[in-house]
T-cell receptor, first 113, second 114 residues
């Protein structure tokens, strides 16, 4: 049982480049979310999804795009990377609205130079 | 919108001492509350959750938290700290509305002195 799998674990991008962070879960969870973690800021919600074909913005959505074509996958796209997007990104999933608790991936550490 | 406040960014205790990490929530209706732990260079692990059942919630690794509606608090405690408890701890909330999302506090780093 793999849980939530994020790839890659580390990535260095140049300013202006685009890339996709991958997230997959094998628990048949409806709810999936992307967070970014920055020192002293906790985790901030970027985008979330309540099921295949349904996505919505979180607290800090600018510069990021998502889609949800299947229950299992929820990729996060950086359209034109900026140094302010240097962060650790976590994907999480949950059964129902999350009252059972979210399961987190191990994170992607992204550096934009 | 639901939110949680974690007072202080760093707590240091001696091994064997009581651990108390504070969390206050803002909500007019009791929400769902969580404590997560993050060990260095790892993802987040669920410690315990409150979902309107018992107000005293027991979690993993000897941690527990008490939901106090009158104080809008959900403080995390452990009677005796162990060196392996050194980590960052996050309080989080989900409101009861249909569009509520999991919202985190800023986190508290726990250090344990030998």
């Amino acid at each position: 049982n793999a849980g939530v799998t994020q790839t890659p674990k580390f990535q260095v991008l140049k300013t202006g480049q685009s890339m996709t962070l991958q997230c997959a879960q094998d628990m048949n969870h409806e709810y999936m979310s992307w967070y970014r973690q920055d020192p002293g800021m906790g985790l901030r919600l970027i985008h979330y999804s309540v099921g295949a074909g349904i996505t919505d913005q979180g607290e800090v959505p600018n510069g990021y795009n998502v889609s949800r074509s299947t229950t299992e996958d929820f990729p996060l796209r950086l359209l034109s990377a900026a140094p302010s997007q240097t962060s650790v990104y976590f994907c999480a999933s949950s059964y129902s609205r999350g009252s059972y608790g979210y399961t987190f991936g191990s994170g992607t550490r992204l550096t934009v130079v | 919108a639901q939110s949680v406040t974690q007072l202080g960014s760093h707590v240091s205790v001696s091994e064997g001492a009581l651990v108390l990490l504070r969390c206050n929530y803002s909500s007019s209706v009791p929400p769902y509350l969580f404590w997560y732990v993050q060990y260095p260079n790892q993802g987040l692990q669920l410690l315990l959750k409150y979902t309107s059942a018992a107000t005293l919630v027991k979690g993993i690794n000897g941690f527990e938290a008490e939901f106090k509606k009158s104080e809008t608090s959900f403080h995390l405690t452990k009677p005796s700290a162990h060196m392996s408890d050194a980590a960052e701890y996050f309080c989080a909330v989900i409101g009861t509305g249909a569009n509520s999302k999991l919202t985190f506090g800023k986190g508290i780093t726990l250090s344990v002195r030998p």
